[in-house]
Nanobody, 125 residues
Framework: QVQLVQSGGGLVQAGGSLTLSCAAS????????MGWFRQAPGKEREFVAA????????YYVDSVKGRFTISRDNAKNTVYLQMNRLKSEDTAVYYC??????????????????WGQGTQVTVSS
């Protein structure tokens, strides 16, 4: 079983940057595909990005493509989400996730096996 602890959320101005981190416990981290989801108040959970266990492939929702970058360091048991050129519509609680599904599958079914506690990202205008 994988436990995920997130950090790096906060307040940032529109156009700015922020990096989220997700540290995993356990010895099976490298076998999981990792993803990021977000949820704004009153809205359904939205897929943001995912990366394969080998970091050989990544998948992004169109709204963040070219602005966000997902990466992972299996030696450090950590996955990151680098967010650039942030917009007000990026404001949400962001959740780190781990699953056996491919990045594309995670995007379609919006599901994973394990979840982080969530961290607030607020983008001001």
């Amino acid at each position: 079983q994988v436990q995920l602890v997130q950090s790096g959320g906060g307040l940032v101005q529109a156009g700015g940057s922020l990096t989220l981190s997700c540290a995993a416990s356990g010895r099976t981290f490298s076998t999981y595909n990792m993803g990021w989801f977000r949820q704004a108040p009153g809205k359904e959970r939205e897929f943001v990005a995912a990366i394969s266990w080998s970091a050989g492939s990544a998948y992004y929702v169109d709204s963040v493509k070219g602005r966000f970058t997902i990466s992972r360091d299996n030696a450090k048991n950590t996955v990151y989400l680098q967010m650039n050129r942030l917009k007000s519509e990026d404001t949400a609680v962001y959740y780190c996730a781990a699953g056996k599904g491919t990045p594309q599958t995670m995007a379609v079914i919006k599901a994973a096996d394990y979840w982080g506690q969530g961290t607030q990202v607020t983008v001001s205008s």
